[in-house]
């Protein structure tokens, strides 16, 4: 497989295993923060900006863990490459949060989510620097023009 000459299994394996361990991190943390706020009436603001965070932080993870497991699965011979363009593509960054929201939250919390943006951005770099190898294909109409040449030609 030729993925990159900048992206190596190594590099794949290093970033799935601190993703694996950061979404775990996460789990935890917005679990606890859960459990403390659902005790307390007063804190439905908290509380919704805790849902909010904890559904854009748990989708970036899972959207980079979905990439990474799929070069993974190309580096193993599991899929081909072109499956992998075709269907590896990582979607787009989940919206930033509210920062007035972002500051009800407790550090620790703030902090996994930064280090989950951050990771994401390295997994979107690799990505957008893998793609920018890529021959780029032709558009729809010039593929078209070719199969009418060939055909007619």
Known sequence: MNISATLTPAIVESLYE??????????????LADRRLADDEQQSERRLALSCEALRTITRMMHAMAWLLNQRACFAGEMSEAQLRRHGRLPPPQ???????????DADIRDVIERSRALYAR?????RAWRAQLPTPPDAVHRLRDQLGRAFG
């Open 95 to 105: 919206p930033e949060g509210n920062g007035a929201q972002l500051a009800l939250l």
């Open 123 to 127: 997994v979107e770099r690799i990505d």
């Open 18 to 31: 601190d993703a694996l361990v950061l979404s775990e991190e996460a789990r935890l943390v917005f679990d």
